[in-house]
Each structure stands twice: as C-alpha cells, then as structure tokens.
C-alpha cells in the first residue's frame, strides 16, 4: 500500500517499466518530472469531487484589519483549503448568502458571528480511499509514460485505468455514510437548495 508521495510515485514508475527512485530530489528525470506534476495532480483530482475523506468543516474569523466596500464582513479561508463548498453561521447554512474574494469570503456578518467553512484539504497519502489513490497512480503513471516513453497508446491506456479508479472512488466514497445526518433536516435541505450557491460561489485558493 502506497502510504507516502514517493510511494505513489514509484508505484506508477513501476507500472511504466522503470525504476524507482529513492527522494523527490534526486537529479534524475523520473523525480523531475514527478516534482513538476505530482501536486497540481493530485489538487485536480481532489478539487473534482466533495471527497468525504477530504472534506472538513473548519472555524474561521472576521478579518478585523480590513473592510469591504460592500459593507460585508470579510472573513479568513483557512490555509491548505483546496475548495470551498458551503459556508455555516453556527449550524445553519447561509446558502447563497456568501461569495470568495481571493482568499478570503464575503458574508453578511461581524465579530459576533459563528462562522464555519466546509472545505477540500488535502489528507495524508495513509488516509486515502484505495480507489482514489489508485487514480492518483495511474494518472502520474500516464504522465511518466509520455514524458519518458512518448508511447500515447500506453499513456491512453493508463490514464483510462485512472478513470476507471476515479469513478469506482466516486462511488465507494458517497457511499460511505448519509450526509448531514448528525445536523439535521436544516441543513440537508440547504443542501439539496443550494446547487446554484456552490456552482457560483466554490473556487480553488
């Protein structure tokens, strides 16, 4: 089992016939091109999908050395946030009452708030999902397989394998649990209202 990001390196080095390297530093091609690609990787596959294994719901705080000209407050996206996906004033979702501004969200609220953001962040390798992990190495499989290969009929091959993973990830991991269960009917229903705040207010930090 893969447990570390040299893990999922040498694990797709291997699945394209080549050897494996010993650090992320090495002055070889292999790490070369791993440090070149493997972050931005695995951010894309973690940004794709509300990851319940990635998802967390983390406090922040009004930003107190600045204002808006809109008059709202402005309130600090945690550092390591991925995605924002919904925003909470204690347990309540405030729905489409919230939009991102760098890195930071804009929201009809002050010092007394009780403000939480739902977010992607990034979990230890250990703590991946074996499906989704398997995506992560097919997909740098298939990156190693055009940068040190140029064989596309392989690289095709693998990157299709890393679909597959992600697709059985997908299911396995909105599988897991019903969402919301613990917060009740209210937020649920935000939930299922809410498609349009996400589409327009999520984004990447």
Same mark, same amino acid.
């Given at each position: ?6 893990? $999922? +390196?040498? %694990? #797709?080095?291997?699945?394209? &016939?080549? !050897? ?41 705080? $009004? +930003?107190? %050395? #600045?204002?808006?000209?809109? &008059?709202? !407050? ?132």
């Amino acid at each position: 089992m893969s447990k570390s990001k040299i893990d $999922l +390196v040498n %694990s #797709a080095l291997v699945l394209v &016939g080549d !050897g494996v390297i010993t650090s992320l530093d090495d002055q070889t091609t292999q790490a070369l091109v791993a440090n070149t690609i493997l972050e931005d990787f695995i951010e894309a596959e973690l940004f794709e999908t509300r990851w319940r294994f990635a998802t967390e719901t983390t406090p922040t705080t $009004l +930003v107190t %050395s #600045a204002t808006h000209p809109t &008059g709202l !407050g402005i309130f600090q996206i945690p550092t390591g946030t991925i995605r924002v996906w919904n925003v909470y004033d204690g347990t309540r979702s405030i729905g489409t009452g919230w939009q991102m501004e760098g890195d930071k969200v804009l929201l009809d609220g002050d010092a007394n708030s009780v403000i939480s953001i739902e977010r992607t962040t990034e979990p230890p390798v250990g703590n991946w999902p074996p499906h989704f992990r398997l995506a992560v190495v097919f997909r740098l499989a298939a990156a190693f397989c055009m940068a040190l290969t140029e064989n596309e009929d392989k690289s095709q091959i693998l990157l299709n394998w890393s679909e597959s993973y992600a697709r059985k990830a997908r299911s396995s991991d909105g599988g897991q649990s019903s969402p919301r269960a613990i917060k009740g009917r209210q937020i649920l229903g935000s939930r299922q209202g809410g498609g349009l705040s996400r589409s327009s207010n999520e984004g990447i930090i």
